[in-house]
């Protein structure tokens, strides 16, 4: 996918103003007028108004920086530098197990006795279980209400005064966006994705939509197996059909690389059908969606 801000070579936060003096700068450098018949600008020209077409445009601009967020957040080059932190790297160190000595009589001997005695404690309990199962008295449904109801018939004032309930003074932290957002980045860096997806959880419950974080989450759902829960936040949670394209698509790549490809067909399919939508409606969808529609034929 190309990076137009790098097109422009401007950073991604970059103001109208800038954008605009960018173009200018680069349409006076490369335009046909003084490079008549120079293949090599008339390359650069072509790729300046492609860049020009979405940053000129506020919307256009906003999910292309939002696209390029989400796709630096599950690229498979963040994921082999974070494996590759020595931080995170344990050292290990292989101790060969002595030999074992030849097998004797007693070898079994023993283990008869033990699988004999294993087998009369499990009969025993049985036994007791069901002794106690056929002699015990049966309780009422509500033993507790049958104890309160003696305890104030017989016009006794103590259990009375337990009974007054106590307040729950037991109150979840209620930590602010950006703290759940730090707590869940740092363990969704060492791998502790059970406990990066809470926190991304409660960070969107808390915070507008971000699509680092949904993705970071879609990423954790998907390291724990839950497959079917990837996808779902994703439908649920990202905006913009571009990004969703983006996001099946890089979810797809993903199951053929854990070897899932019935998986990684139904997220091709997802991002193949709502590419086919935007495409029905005069929208033009992301190149990702040529790419899943090429791989969904391979696996069709």
Known sequence: MIDYFEVF????????????????????????????????????????????AVLFDPVLREEHR????????????????????SRFKGTTTYTPKPPRRPASKWDKLWKKYVYAFIALLILGMVGMVSYELVKRPKL?????????????ASHTPVLDDTLVETPDSLTFPDDTAPKLRRLGDIL?????????????????????????????????????GQYAKT??????????????????????ELFLR???????????????????SMTASGRRPPDDARRAKNELAKLE
């Open 231 to 252: 996808l779902e936040v994703l439908s649920r949670e990202m905006h913009g059909d571009s990004n969703l394209v983006t996001a099946y698509y890089n979810i797809g």
């Open 140 to 152: 009422s449904s509500d033993p507790i209400g049958d104890i309160v109801a003696r305890y104030r």
């Open 9 to 52: 070579g401007v950073k991604r936060t970059a103001s109208d103003r800038e954008i605009k003096e960018a173009y200018r700068r680069l349409a006076k450098k490369y335009h046909p007028d003084p490079n008549p018949g120079d293949p090599e600008a008339e390359r650069h020209m072509q790729a300046i108004n492609e860049a020009k």
């Open 188 to 224: 969704f860096g060492i791998g502790e994705y059970r406990s990066a997806a809470k926190y991304y959880e409660m960070y969107l419950k808390k915070a507008p939509e971000n699509d680092t974080v949904i993705g970071n989450l879609s990423y954790a759902y998907f390291k724990r």
């Open 258 to 276: 854990e070897e899932k490809p019935f998986d990684a067909r139904d997220a091709f399919r997802a991002a193949t059908h709502i590419a086919d």
């Open 66 to 85: 939002a696209t390029l967020r989400v796709r630096e957040a599950m690229s498979a080059e963040r994921l082999e530098a974070l494996r590759s932190n």
